[in-house]
């Protein structure tokens, strides 16, 4: 008989803490359910927004895009000459033309003569229609005549818009007067100016090639006048120090002209700007 009360309240004592431990394992049960949906929702809208970003709209496709400035902007020595950034874009972003027109040499002052002047290239082609007009150079402004003492002066941005008052014998003054000429050729283009990257190793034969801060400054300010986004490759430490690595020769045949390496580093940066245009 006491057997048999024993093995009884034995039996009770085990179905209670059953009947306790279940309750606890269904609510962990409902509470994993629960995180396991969140992770799902989670997981799931991760995927969508990494979807999205892999087929962000490409803004260039089918475009038809100028590009005017000098010999790092013409590719001088890139594998193939003449095909830099320009062709790089046109291949990674599907345009529909990529009219090269930079040639080495070239400035926006007066100070290797007249005919030295970027203001040229746009005037050559005024009669085509582009999507996108994107300009460079600055730096022959700064160098001169290669081993002359003669350089364009920085000057500064005019108060006016009248191309009458532009001092085309600086590099401000020069600058003003192409982007003035620029949007007249082509008012229904976006327009952007591209920043040379920062060039300390360039010699005294370059003048003031190697530091061009005040050059810089002075051109973000017309920029902003004039309303045209820039690309800053200058001011930024991540594109000298990681991307250029502008004191070595791994991007640069000399130290101011990127090789194809330095092109397609370079390539990426701009062709993402462009996009944002």
């Not at 046109?90 to 070239?106: F, M, P, S, T």
């Not at 364009?152 to 941005?157: E, H, S, Y």
Request: proline share 3%; aromatic share 12%; charged share 20%.
């Amino acid at each position: 008989m006491i057997r048999k009360t024993v093995c009884f309240l034995l039996c009770m004592i085990f179905l209670m803490l059953m009947s306790a431990c279940s309750e606890e394992e269904v609510s962990s049960m409902v509470s994993s359910s629960e995180m396991a949906e969140s992770s799902v929702i989670s997981a799931s809208s991760e995927a969508v927004s990494s979807q999205a970003a892999s087929q962000a709209v490409n803004n260039l496709k089918g475009k038809k895009v100028l590009f005017c400035g000098d010999s790092i902007c013409y590719g001088e020595w890139d594998t193939v000459k003449g095909y830099a950034w320009a062709g790089r874009i046109a291949k990674r972003c599907d345009l529909e033309e990529a009219d090269n027109q930079a040639l080495g040499g070239y400035c926006f002052s007066t100070t290797r003569g007249d005919q030295w002047r970027i203001l040229h290239q746009l005037e050559k082609v005024q009669q085509n229609t582009y999507d996108y007009v994107i300009l460079q150079g600055g730096v022959n402004d700064a160098a001169g005549h290669p081993g002359g003492p003669v350089y364009a002066q920085v000057g500064t941005m005019s108060d006016s818009f009248d191309v009458e008052d532009f001092d085309r014998n600086t590099f401000a003054g020069g600058f003003e007067e192409t982007i003035y000429h620029a949007k007249q050729y082509f008012p229904n283009a976006k327009f952007g100016f591209i920043i040379s990257f920062y060039m300390p190793n360039a010699s005294k034969e370059w003048n003031q090639v190697s530091d061009m801060k005040e050059y810089w400054e002075v051109a973000k300010q017309i920029c902003d006048k004039w309303e045209i986004p820039y690309l800053d490759l200058y001011f930024d430490d991540y594109i000298s120090n990681t991307v250029m690595q502008v004191t070595t020769n791994i991007c640069l045949r000399d130290p101011v002209h990127p090789n194809a390496t330095g092109y397609e580093r370079l390539t990426p940066f701009i062709a993402n700007w462009m996009q944002t245009l």
